[in-house]
């Protein structure tokens, strides 16, 4: 992501009280008016549901998805399909127009020789990271067997010439970047431990650029496997999903909310999106409403409010 974000929290834009005593509409015009302290308002370009739909079927939702993020606005959305004849995965962009979303097509920077996947958009809507198989600067042509993690900024034509994060990168496989508004990147990794054993782990911005990436504690990383991490905006919450003990099924959704600077025991996000079957790849809607995330290779969504989760509210997503 972009090294430059606008720092802080909605928190900083006003006072509870003065919110208490306003009208709504007032309080409507005071949240326009905050320019620089919160990002414009997004409206919700999702259908209203009380239960899991699947999004956008045959358009978005094929049966070769997941992984998704949207621009500044919520209305393109950019995801990972996979191609059934070449195994390789590529970020797809679909942007909605008179309330549907248009036929996907690669973004600009997808090439045929490697795979681009896990995309994840910055707050401030300028930056695209992702992971890649494409090989690194100076090295020999080809695709890589691992993923690294990769980044591209938003241009008048699309996304810039990916650039590779070296400091995040190891000799194992990187996935799921996810970044909050003070630059901390989050991703999840194998690199201490058997292939297909993830961790998650976090790098701070520095005066000089990223920290030392640092494995996140127990109550996070409680095992086997805990992948694919999503962090809200203010960097106080975190999405992902986990093959720990007690889910529902192969791999159950799970929050975790950091109190100070220790991140607290996960909540399974419950039976409305956990089952039997494998659900991955947790992320919030710009507006903060909706949760997206997949199941059997499509991508599904559903409100935060009938989650029965009370800290997961719209506010800590914006």
Not at 224 to 230: H, K, R, W
Not at 263 to 273: D, E, H, K, S, T
Not at 275 to 289: L, M, Q
Request: net charge positive.
């Amino acid at each position: 992501m972009r090294s430059t974000h606008s720092a802080g929290s909605s928190s900083r834009c006003g006072s509870r009280k003065l919110e208490q005593r306003l009208p709504a509409a007032l309080m409507l015009l005071l949240f326009l008016g905050l320019a620089g302290c919160s990002h414009p308002l997004v409206q919700s370009t999702l259908p209203v549901a009380d239960t899991v739909q699947v999004l956008s079927p045959g358009i978005i939702s094929t049966g070769r998805e997941f992984a998704a993020t949207f621009l500044l606005d919520g209305r393109t959305i950019l995801f990972t399909r996979s191609d059934s004849v070449t195994r390789r995965v590529h970020i797809f962009s679909s942007r909605q127009s008179d309330g549907h979303w248009q036929s996907a097509a690669p973004v600009n920077f997808s090439g045929e020789g490697w795979s681009d996947l896990d995309p994840s958009v910055s707050p401030d809507g300028r930056r695209l990271y992702f992971v890649s198989t494409r090989p690194r600067p100076h090295a020999e042509a080809g695709a890589r067997s691992d993923m690294e993690i990769w980044y591209a900024d938003k241009t008048d034509s699309g996304w810039s010439e990916p650039q590779w994060l070296e400091v995040l990168g190891s000799s194992a496989k990187e996935g799921s970047p996810t970044v909050d508004r003070d630059g901390t990147v989050c991703f999840f990794s194998d690199r201490d431990g058997p292939p297909g054993s993830n961790a998650i782990f976090c790098s701070t911005r520095t005066g000089s650029g990223l920290s030392r990436p640092a494995r996140l504690n127990a109550q996070v990383n409680a095992g086997p496997s805990d992948t694919s991490p999503f962090l809200a905006p203010d960097g106080r919450t975190l999405l992902f999903y986990s093959t720990r003990a007690g889910g529902a099924g192969q791999a159950d959704l799970y929050a975790s909310f950091k109190t100070g600077s220790e991140w607290g025991a996960a909540i399974n996000l419950g039976p409305q999106v956990n089952t039997a079957a494998f659900e991955y790849n947790p992320v919030i809607s710009r507006d903060g409403s909706t949760l997206i995330f997949g199941r059997n290779r499509q991508l599904l969504f559903i409100p935060l409010r009938t989650l029965g989760v009370p800290a997961l509210t719209p506010g800590r997503f914006r």
